[in-house]
């Protein structure tokens, strides 16, 4: 079978979730488990609270355990987050990795996109804009981070779509999420948004990708 063949060092709970049991599907109780995998309690157990960091299950008290569908963004979210735990400046080369990714599925992500992820964009753009335009001025971190994944959430890839999922946590996590750089360095970033939306709304990719190119690089010389 294709599947244990490529993948023979996986754990027996690891290969019994990708061979047998159905996404948000109810898995036995571990006695169960242990018994059909010929697998010690206490092996099981610690298999299956490694799945749970990398959320492929989920276990509640009442309703036991299921199989999540597959998602590469808690895997990534563990790696990177010992990653910072070591040294913060692993987030510029998480970064660098990210924005190529993001400039090379540019023209595939954009082509996807419906009217109504259209529509979409231009709401969160609007918000992004009324609060930094109001008074206070007000940092809007939510809708910097909606509008890039936006764009990019018809990719059918769920590796792609981890790395840009982790890389806004982990973005909080080193605090980018502040009000930092002055005000004309917000207008800037804002300005690039806005040219990346309305390119994409008016099929003009070439120019959306070049304002996503400049507007990644502006990271990198944050005052």
Known sequence: MLRERVSPDISEFFRYLASHAEADSGLPSLSELGRELGVSLASLREQLEV?????????RPRTGTRRLTYSFTPAIRQSLGYALALNNDYFRKFAEMRNHLEAAYWYEAVALLTDEDKQELQSILARALEKIRGTPVQVPHEEHRKLHLHIFSRLDNPFVTG???????????VGLNVFAGGYEYLQEVWEYHQQMVDSI?????????????????LLYHRP
């Open 201 to 217: 709304c008016s099929n003009q990719f070439q120019v959306g990708y070049e304002a996503l190119v400049k507007h990644t690089d």
């Open 163 to 173: 790395v840009f999922e982790a890389y806004w946590e982990a973005y909080e996590a």
């Open 51 to 59: 799945a749970r960091a990398l959320g492929m299950v989920e276990v």
